[in-house]
């Protein structure tokens, strides 16, 4: 009896458009999209099921893009501040109870998905700005370098929706600002979300020479980072700031606009 073989090249192709959405904080695009790789990828599982000769051409596990459907649903909801659907979301992904026989490829990827989904539980709660678990995610953070960025954005973020108190952690925040000389380039992007919203909190706290020097820094290198296209939102925020900036701040933001053109 001869496999049946399915091309399911479009599972990697929607991943690849749901990075870009996600890439230009498109949020209602990346909920339109991860939806529908979750029915896609769920109905290419059910195909393995209904068949085990069954052969589909993806480069991964089917698993692996349901849960990264569910992952991206959620976090599209989080940043439209729906956080009961992005909690929905979150629980789908930490449950693959469901799946038959996983092999060694997609018990990796439920374990994975487990774990990623209990932080992902105390991201929910710190941007509803309960601060139960703040001192563990700080020491998760602290452990894995890798998620310095993301963690602290996540409290900055949590401060300016939900008064989540951040001020005990305030040096973390001015230390990964100033670690610019050793981000990569291929984490600029996401290290100029973290400044952009470091520049928002330093104004709530008051030091808008510090925030409009990491918005200039931004603009400058913005126009440089081929995945950002966000430059005219810190041209909107220095706009907003002129009336505090220096004679130097206000040349310099005139030079990197001269150089944009």
């Known amino acids: 009896m001869s496999s049946k073989l399915y091309d399911h090249g479009e599972l990697d192709s929607a991943v690849k458009l749901l990075r870009m959405a996600y890439g230009f904080e498109n949020w209602f695009e990346v909920l339109r999209l991860s939806e529908d790789l979750y029915e896609d990828s769920l109905q290419a599982y059910n195909l393995q099921m209904i068949s085990t000769d069954t052969i589909l051409h993806t480069k991964r596990t089917i698993i692996y893009y349901v849960g990264?459907?569910?992952?991206?649903?959620g976090i599209g909801h989080q940043k439209l501040s729906d956080f009961d659907k992005a909690k929905e979301?979150?629980?789908?992904?930490?449950?693959?109870?469901?799946?038959?026989?996983?092999?060694?490829e997609a018990k990796s990827e439920i374990e994975f998905y487990a774990n990623t989904s209990k932080l992902n539980l105390i991201v929910?709660?710190?941007l509803q700005g309960n601060s139960d678990n703040i001192r563990g995610y700080i020491s998760f953070i602290q452990e894995n370098q890798e998620e310095t960025n993301a963690g602290l954005l996540t409290l900055l973020e949590a401060n300016r929706i939900n008064g989540l108190q951040v001020s005990d952690y305030q040096h973390l925040f001015e230390e990964h600002a100033n670690t610019r000389e050793s981000i990569k380039p291929a984490d600029m992007p996401s290290y100029l979300k973290y400044l952009y919203e470091y520049s928002l909190y330093m104004i709530r706290t008051s030091d808008q020479e510090t925030a409009i020097n990491n918005i200039l820094y931004c603009l400058a290198i913005s126009?440089?980072?081929?995945?950002?296209k966000t430059s005219i939102k810190y041209v909107n925020l220095f706009e907003k700031l002129r009336d505090h900036a220096s004679s130097n701040q206000i040349d310099k933001y005139k030079s990197i606009l001269e150089g944009m053109h």
């Open 68 to 73: 990264y459907a569910l992952l991206m649903q």
């Open 89 to 104: 979301c979150v629980l789908k992904y930490g449950d693959f109870g469901w799946v038959n026989n996983p092999d060694d």
């Open 124 to 126: 929910l709660e710190l």
């Open 223 to 228: 126009s440089k980072v081929s995945a950002d």
